[in-house]
């Protein structure tokens, strides 16, 4: 897949998930397991339920025991964002397996997985972005705001987009080397996280 079919893809996942617009909503993902679209739809949408779980946990009345569950839900999904991440950096390094590596490649800031990890939330700004544009309940200085946000958003997406494609354009071409390094997050580990180790 070329970046713009990942895009789009990550837009009809955003799409779907909004003509029902709960976070207890399944994915419903199209694409059969096993498939690179398939990860990708599942990343989008953790993606999407993440964005609108952080908008139920804001609310200053929020209840305590409701907040709770609520981080406790985020926590979880962040671990599975990361996961989904090192899946698709799983798929690209198999893709360049085979590629002749220059000697004087170098390796890149991040990886192809974490820039579309950026370009997933990117989509969601967008999305989002767009509902506050077409709004008519409100005055003209907030549609202006939310107009320049938007328009800089689609800027960035272009920028963002044509980077990705020159980054997997030179893994392919053996001009830069792929690395993976995994998170290894702790928080998430009870044998890692004091908090949890020093309570056994």
């Not at 079919?5 to 009809?12: D, H, K, V």
């Not at 908008?55 to 305590?64: F, G």
């Not at 991440?85 to 590596?101: G, H, L, P």
């Amino acid at each position: 897949m070329n970046i713009s079919e990942i895009f789009a893809l990550f837009e009809r996942q955003i799409v779907e998930y909004h003509k029902i617009d709960s976070v207890n909503e399944p994915s419903h993902n199209p694409y059969s397991e096993g498939l690179f679209e398939h990860v990708l739809w599942e990343k989008s949408y953790i993606d999407t339920v993440q964005w609108h779980l952080e908008d139920l946990i804001r609310p200053d009345d929020v209840d305590p025991v409701e907040a709770l569950r609520l981080k406790r839900w985020i926590d979880r999904s962040n671990q599975r964002r990361t996961d989904m991440v090192e899946r698709i950096d799983d798929y690209y390094m198999q893709q360049f397996a085979q590629v002749e590596v220059s000697p004087d490649a170098k390796i890149n800031t991040e990886t192809p997985a974490w820039a579309i990890d950026r370009l997933s939330i990117l989509a969601l700004k967008i999305y989002h972005f767009g509902i506050e544009v077409a709004r008519t309940d409100v005055d003209a200085a907030h549609h202006e705001r939310c107009l320049n946000k938007y328009n800089t958003l689609l800027e960035q997406k272009a920028d963002l987009m044509q980077a990705i494609d020159d980054l997997l354009h030179e893994l392919a071409t053996g001009r830069k080397r792929m690395k993976l390094y995994r998170q290894m997050k702790m928080y998430n580990d009870p044998s890692l996280n004091p908090m949890l180790y020093n309570k056994k």
